[in-house]
């Protein structure tokens, strides 16, 4: 059972589009994890939100942490075919595991 | 580099024959985590290390599997009598015991096929 949901799972969009992927869960998390990963290779951070409310930018790439720290958003804008990969959302609730999404999928086509 | 190594990358075996992961941390990190990714699913947790100590297992780790971290630096994940099931990545993961966040940094993975 994934505690996490992601949506879409996959998504396709041209260069240059802008584009928002979601976490959802009905757990509280003292922390959330975004990461990307690519084919055959383990998950990079993207970034750590811990405060409900937080906004986090890392240059094209906007982290939204749920007032409630139940649920995130990542918004892409003008997105490059660089940002083509796996988007893992992982939460931490305290008793030292991760409970990882499955992952929303980011194609961009130059 | 001073982040997470896994070695090996990549593992082809027969079932019923025995592997050996091995996972070498950030040199200050104290807690070390492994986890198994099946295709289309995200990581899922499989147990956790402060320091030496085992402290947590999940219900996946079945006594095929057993996971070691000696001397309270790199770790080895021994799985027993392979299964074609366990064919999946292997992602061994660290953290530091300072800070606020439960940040935790991933290696590279270890693919293993069981034929």
């Known amino acids: 059972t994934q505690l996490l949901e992601q949506s879409p799972q996959f998504l396709s969009i041209q260069e240059g589009e802008n584009l928002t992927v979601y976490c959802n869960s009905s757990?509280?998390?003292?922390?959330l994890q975004w990461y990307r990963q690519e084919p055959g290779e383990g998950p990079v951070l993207l970034v750590t939100?811990?405060?409900?409310?937080e906004v986090k930018k890392l240059k094209r790439l906007t982290f939204q942490f749920g007032d409630a720290r139940k649920d995130s958003s990542l918004h892409i804008t003008a997105a490059q075919p660089g940002d083509t990969g796996l988007y893992l959302c992982a939460g931490a609730g305290g008793n030292n595991r991760l409970a990882f999404g499955k992952g929303n999928q980011v194609v961009v086509i130059p | 580099d001073t982040g997470v190594s896994q070695d090996p990358r990549h593992k082809i075996t027969k079932r019923g024959q025995n592997v050996t992961f091995r996972c070498d941390p950030i040199s200050e990190h104290n807690r070390l985590y492994w986890y198994r990714q099946t295709l289309g699913q995200g990581p899922e947790f499989l147990t956790y290390?402060?320091?030496?100590?085992?402290?947590?297992k999940s219900r996946l780790l079945s006594d095929r599997f057993s996971a070691e971290r000696p001397k309270g630096s790199f770790s080895t994940l021994e799985i027993q009598r392979t299964e074609q099931g366990d064919s999946a990545m292997y992602l061994c993961?660290?953290?530091?015991?300072?800070?606020?966040?439960?940040?935790?940094?991933f290696g590279p993975g270890t693919r293993l096929t069981v034929l």
């Open positions: 939100v811990v405060t409900g409310g």
């Open positions: 993961a660290s953290r530091g015991s300072s800070g606020v966040t439960d940040t935790q940094y």
């Open positions: 290390f402060q320091n030496e100590a085992q402290l947590e």
């Open positions: 757990s509280v998390f003292s922390s």
